[in-house]
């Protein structure tokens, strides 16, 4: 069973626009973190935000945030302000108890001005 | 500056050849991992090593080797057993352990692979 599940593939956004990048989750472990990254064209994986599974309150990175919904098991991304550099993949990842990470398919943001 | 280094970038390998990537890090990071990604594709983990002379092996293992006889380095080698493999390799590495769980990996630039 897929462990990180990334349903849009793709997504546009107008520059200066808000946009949400969903990411469900399946674990039984009752500790994990949750990761999000970007890899623009280029290829290298640029982490933005985490989130443990005990935290109580959302994490927040400037115009990154993550909106972490526990007993929904979702944590979705959310860039604000978007900028025409925001336009790349976004990862989501899970690590459990063994501190490997699973991956997501990813999401591909444009940004459009 | 403290990072990772893949070498080479690209890579082309030949019909029944072994292929060697390399990794280094400087962030004296206990652990470190590959990862192949294969275009439009998230990452799938090859091998992993906590700890000087020790790995494991990840979700996609066959056709590949790895060694880390040093805490800086971790060499992946694409054998000829692979037969596919074209793709897009990463390197990463963390801090180890329970106490750091919450701490990223950190990536590479990457070493496209492609067969001749």
């Known amino acids: 069973a897929q462990k990180i599940t990334q349903t849009q593939p793709g997504m546009f956004v107008q520059e200066k626009e808000a946009v949400t990048l969903d990411c469900t989750y399946d674990t039984s472990d009752p500790s994990y973190g949750l990761f999000w990254y970007k890899q623009p064209s280029s290829g290298e994986m640029i982490f933005l935000i985490y989130?443990?599974?005990?935290?109580?309150q959302n994490a927040t990175e400037g115009r990154y945030s993550l909106n972490f919904q526990k007993a929904r098991k979702s944590a979705n991304l959310v860039i604000s302000a978007s900028q025409l550099g925001d336009s790349a993949m976004y990862f989501c990842a899970m690590r459990e108890f063994d501190y490997k990470l699973s991956f997501g398919a990813g999401t591909t943001v444009t940004v459009r001005a | 500056d403290g990072g990772i280094t893949q070498s080479p970038k690209y890579l082309f390998r030949k019909e029944g050849q072994n292929v060697t990537l390399s990794c280094e890090q400087n962030l004296n990071h206990d652990a470190m991992y590959w990862y192949r990604q294969d275009p439009g594709q998230g990452l799938r983990l090859i091998y992993y090593?906590?700890?000087?002379?020790?790995?494991q092996k990840g979700d996609i293992a066959e056709g590949y080797s790895v060694s880390r006889e040093k805490k800086e380095s971790f060499p992946l080698t694409v054998t000829s057993a692979q037969k596919n493999p074209t793709a897009f390799y990463l390197c990463a590495s963390s801090t180890g352990g329970a106490y750091y769980s919450n701490q990223p990996q950190h990536f590479g630039d990457g070493t496209r692979l492609s067969i001749l």
């Open positions: 989130q443990g599974s005990y935290d109580q």
């Open positions: 090593s906590q700890i000087v002379n020790d790995f």
